[in-house]
């Protein structure tokens, strides 16, 4: 996987947020009040990847949700690209389904900026939608979370700019690397024995420890791989706020 290249992973009820966010610099009184355009951002890469594997949490909900939530970002900087993969039961089999690239409001001020972007944002979002809907119809039993990231990180990037990889998955991989839903973890430890439910309706027992075992590996496992940062939330995805702060760090 390339050094140094930003990557999120999404769990339920675990998530792992790698982020370059973006925040805003002061702007005139002409920005604040829609009487001119405020200076264009740079362009961003978004590539969403989805794990629709038995048991997993990429859905159509959790999908449009994630894409929504990156489309709209991609919108507020012309020139970026949001790319859809779709994870197969292989790395050959893992894919791109689809790509929307932004472009700058034809109208001057903030009301047709806003319209544009918002125009924009759902018209990709019906579109890349559609694109999935095949594979979300399909649920296979093997899961190689590890090769579809790595699969989509070495991808050669459509523009230059601050690129993130944001993974919709459960990450109980099923591979050749290993079992993470019911075989031993490659780094075993103590189990708490408190369950949380089950794994694609009770094949197999979910325990606190076994959660923060898996947590634990991919975090490791993505920092060895070149992640500048790694961040553990609960809760839903959350919209960056600092991209340009960290982009730096990326």
């Known amino acids: 996987m390339t050094p140094r290249r930003a990557i999120a992973l999404l769990l339920l009820p675990l998530f792992v947020f790698l982020i370059a966010a973006?925040?805003?610099?002061?702007?005139?009184?002409g920005t604040w009040f829609g009487a001119s355009d405020k200076p264009l951002l740079a362009p961003i890469v978004r590539e969403v990847l989805c794990d629709p594997s038995a048991g997993s949490t990429c859905n159509e909900a959790t999908l449009r949700?994630?894409?929504?939530?990156?489309?709209?970002?991609?919108?507020?900087?012309?020139?970026?690209?949001?790319?859809?993969?779709?994870?197969?039961?292989?790395?050959?089999?893992?894919?791109?389904?689809?790509?929307?690239?932004?472009?700058?409001a034809r109208g001057s001020g903030r009301r047709a900026r806003v319209e544009h972007e918002s125009r924009w944002t759902a018209e990709e979002l019906r579109s890349l939608m559609m694109a999935a809907q095949p594979s979300l119809r399909m649920h296979p039993r093997r899961?190689?979370?590890?090769?579809?990231?790595?699969?989509?990180?070495?991808?050669?990037?459509?523009?230059?700019?601050?690129?993130?990889?944001?993974?919709?998955?459960?990450a109980f991989e099923v591979?050749?690397?290993?079992?993470?839903?019911?075989?031993?973890?490659?780094?075993?430890?103590?189990?708490?024995?408190?369950?949380?439910?089950?794994?694609d309706r009770g094949r197999c027992a979910l325990t606190l420890r076994r959660a923060?075992?898996?947590?634990?590996?991919?975090?490791?496992?993505?920092?060895?791989?070149?992640?500048?940062?790694?961040?553990?939330?609960?809760?839903?995805?959350?919209?960056?706020?600092?991209?340009?702060?960290?982009?730096?760090?990326?």
């Open 175 to 199: 591979s050749d690397f290993g079992s993470f839903e019911c075989d031993p973890l490659p780094t075993p430890e103590r189990f708490a024995r408190v369950d949380l439910g089950s794994v």
């Open 65 to 104: 949700e994630v894409l929504g939530i990156a489309l709209g970002q991609a919108a507020e900087r012309p020139g970026s690209v949001v790319r859809l993969w779709v994870q197969g039961r292989d790395i050959e089999t893992t894919r791109m389904v689809g790509e929307a690239r932004s472009v700058k």
């Open 22 to 29: 973006c925040t805003d610099g002061p702007g005139t009184f």
């Open 212 to 250: 923060a075992d898996v947590r634990a590996i991919w975090q490791a496992a993505l920092h060895d791989a070149g992640a500048a940062h790694v961040e553990i939330q609960s809760g839903s995805f959350q919209a960056p706020t600092n991209a340009e702060k960290e982009a730096s760090h990326v």
């Open 143 to 170: 899961s190689p979370i590890a090769e579809a990231i790595g699969r989509v990180a070495l991808a050669a990037p459509p523009v230059k700019g601050p690129r993130l990889l944001i993974v919709v998955t459960d």
